[in-house]
């Protein structure tokens, strides 16, 4: 059997791809949500957080001959716990991570953590999207909410969490944009010319995180970028295509 860390559509892809070949698969996930969309296609999903210690009893109880990290580039404790969850369990860690991207433009600032982005916004100031989800959102509301001559734009997803969180950071409705992407760089475009945007903040995803349909946009209507980048984990083993992983895994059982 193998784990595997998905949550995003590519991990769903490679999952579904390792399972065509012949493995048995454990997809863990931390929402129902996304959780749903894996079973829908036939997948076996375990949901909910796990720390490294919860991770090693996972591979052991299912006998788990490796584990595949396919989670988001920026899910860093994730990868990490898993990185650790194999290694107290002795089986194999491989790590599949979206390519990254070259991204050179004037209006285009590069940060190093949601921190330094939120200082670097807080200069700029005018109408800020923020484009990177709820979990940092305390970190940009409480550097922003209070800079003279700024506005704060959160686009997530339309879940009861996200609207609570916003409440308790005094993010007000009509500064809200709860909605599912993917975005297209025409819904992109129409979000910020109906807000003013000034200035976005975006994540380093990779392609199929949708950052060339928000870049696209922001540049062609003149606006500023913040993009951070990913962290910086050292993964050991990291391929950036389905078939890679696949013959490293099947390595793994010719070996055994």
Known sequence: MILVLAGTSDARELALKIKENGFNVLTTVVTENAGKSLSDVGLDVRVGRLTDSEMAALIQERKAQAVVDASHPFAEEASKNAVNGAKCANVPYIRYERETQNFRHEKITFASSYEEAADLAATKKGVIMLTTGSKTLHIFANRLREVEGTRLIA?????????????????????????????????????????NVTLMITKESGKRGAVDEKLEAALEAGIETIM?????????????????????????????
């Open 228 to 256: 951070i980048k990913r962290p910086k984990i050292n993964y050991g083993t990291v391929y950036s295509d389905f078939q890679s992983v696949i013959d490293h895994l099947k390595s793994l059982v010719n070996m055994g």
């Open 155 to 195: 686009r997530m997803l339309p879940r009861k969490d996200n609207m609570e969180k916003c409440e308790a950071l005094g993010i007000e409705q009509r500064n809200i944009v709860a909605m599912q992407g993917p975005f297209s760089k025409e819904l992109n475009r129409a979000l910020f010319d109906h807000y």
